[in-house]
């Protein structure tokens, strides 16, 4: 059995919905079905009753769901205890970060970690935002930076987690330009000759921040989609060469709009921009885990330059 089975099943006992967890666990409906009926098979057992709407759990999967969250309970614990006896485990650093975060923000903020507070040993988990927060519940790290936003906040329980907040990132669309500053693209477009879009793949949470922007938009934005992709280091690449217009983290593109590679392609309105909060996380220390004490003499440091 795997253990994403279980998680699987969590989820969808969770949720009442096949197309909202398989969006949750960034897997197509048709794989995330396959691997709870692969669940089933290995239990012997119908745990989800498809004869309903909501989804609902059949008397088995009821049983099931209680043992299932004690079951990865058990592995979760049963890892981090391994882990601790490393000898190099106390001394580590262990971040979960999404992509553009590891690329743009933690570089700069770990040179001033090591300048203020002192060298450093971390090792870095470059994931997107679900498998992130998915390894901050799972013990799998000891920090978790992302990005927050009201529209999109993360399901994370304020009694087991505690977090910082370091700052704020704005999210704004961009494209080439010539040499004097002026983009070859420039919002809002038109009915009959709409911009080339540069999107987010499905799921991306920055996508959804677009999302975010075009719904709030009062002036209806005209775009084409020609390319999309889940990492904004890739949109970013599209746009420098001239495939049309992405929204982009303003520090992903700081060096570019200093070199006049790119400029803003929103005329500097507020309204097509979305400000996000970034955040680090850690799971509340305890008597049965009271954290890296590493980690403690750390965070005990950010809270207090905040």
């Given at each position: 059995?795997?253990?994403?089975?279980?998680?699987?099943?969590?989820?969808?006992?969770?949720?009442?919905?096949?197309?909202?967890?398989?969006?949750?666990?960034?897997?197509?409906?048709?794989?995330?079905?396959?691997?709870?009926?692969?669940?089933?098979?290995?239990?012997?057992?119908?745990?989800?009753?498809?004869?309903?709407?909501?989804?609902?759990?059949?008397?088995?999967?009821?049983?099931?769901?209680?043992?299932?969250?004690?079951?990865?309970?058990?592995?979760n614990n049963t890892r981090a205890l391994l882990r601790s006896k490393r000898t190099s485990a106390q001394t580590?650093?262990?971040?979960?970060?999404?992509?553009?975060?590891?690329?743009?923000?933690?570089?700069?903020?770990?040179?001033?970690?090591?300048?203020?507070?002192?060298?450093?040993?971390?090792?870095?988990?470059?994931?997107?935002?679900?498998?992130?927060?998915?390894?901050?519940?799972?013990?799998?790290?000891?920090?978790?930076?992302?990005?927050?936003?009201?529209?999109?906040?993360?399901?994370?329980?304020?009694?087991?987690?505690?977090?910082?907040?370091?700052?704020?990132?704005?999210?704004?669309?961009?494209?080439?330009?010539?040499?004097?500053?002026?983009?070859?693209?420039?919002?809002?477009?038109?009915?009959?000759?709409?911009?080339?879009?540069?999107?987010?793949?499905?799921?991306?949470?920055?996508?959804?921040?677009?999302?975010?922007?075009?719904?709030?938009?009062?002036?209806?934005?005209?775009?084409?989609?020609?390319?999309?992709?889940d990492m904004a280091e890739g949109l970013k690449m599209m746009a420098l060469e001239g495939h049309g217009v992405?929204?982009?983290?303003?520090?992903?593109v700081l060096r570019e709009l200093k070199r006049k590679q790119l400029a803003r392609a929103d005329n500097g309105?507020?309204?097509?921009?979305?400000?996000?909060?970034?955040?680090?996380?850690?799971?509340?220390?305890?008597?049965?885990?009271?954290?890296?004490?590493?980690?403690?003499?750390?965070?005990?440091?950010?809270?207090?330059?905040?």
């Amino acid at each position: 059995m795997d253990t994403k089975w279980l998680e699987d099943f969590i989820s969808l006992a969770e949720t009442h919905s096949f197309s909202r967890s398989a969006e949750l666990r960034h897997v197509t409906q048709s794989a995330f079905s396959r691997r709870i009926q692969s669940l089933e098979a290995w239990l012997g057992a119908d745990l989800i009753d498809r004869t309903s709407y909501p989804t609902r759990m059949t008397s088995a999967g009821e049983v099931f769901y209680e043992q299932a969250i004690e079951m990865l309970g058990q592995i979760n614990n049963t890892r981090a205890l391994l882990r601790s006896k490393r000898t190099s485990a106390q001394t580590t650093l262990d971040f979960a970060v999404p992509h553009t975060l590891s690329l743009t923000y933690l570089p700069k903020w770990m040179t001033k970690l090591e300048k203020n507070f002192g060298s450093l040993h971390a090792r870095l988990l470059a994931l997107n935002v679900h498998d992130a927060v998915m390894t901050l519940v799972e013990g799998g790290c000891d920090l978790m930076l992302c990005f927050h936003h009201p529209r999109q906040p993360l399901q994370l329980d304020q009694s087991q987690y505690e977090m910082i907040i370091l700052g704020i990132e704005s999210l704004r669309a961009y494209s080439r330009c010539n040499s004097q500053g002026i983009p070859d693209f420039v919002l809002p477009g038109d009915a009959e000759n709409p911009l080339p879009f540069l999107a987010y793949a499905n799921n991306a949470y920055l996508g959804r921040m677009v999302d975010v922007i075009l719904s709030d938009t009062p002036t209806p934005l005209h775009l084409r989609k020609c390319y999309e992709t889940d990492m904004a280091e890739g949109l970013k690449m599209m746009a420098l060469e001239g495939h049309g217009v992405a929204f982009l983290p303003e520090s992903s593109v700081l060096r570019e709009l200093k070199r006049k590679q790119l400029a803003r392609a929103d005329n500097g309105l507020a309204s097509w921009q979305v400000d996000m909060e970034i955040r680090l996380y850690r799971q509340r220390p305890s008597a049965l885990r009271p954290g890296k004490p590493l980690v403690n003499r750390l965070w005990n440091y950010l809270v207090t330059q905040k």
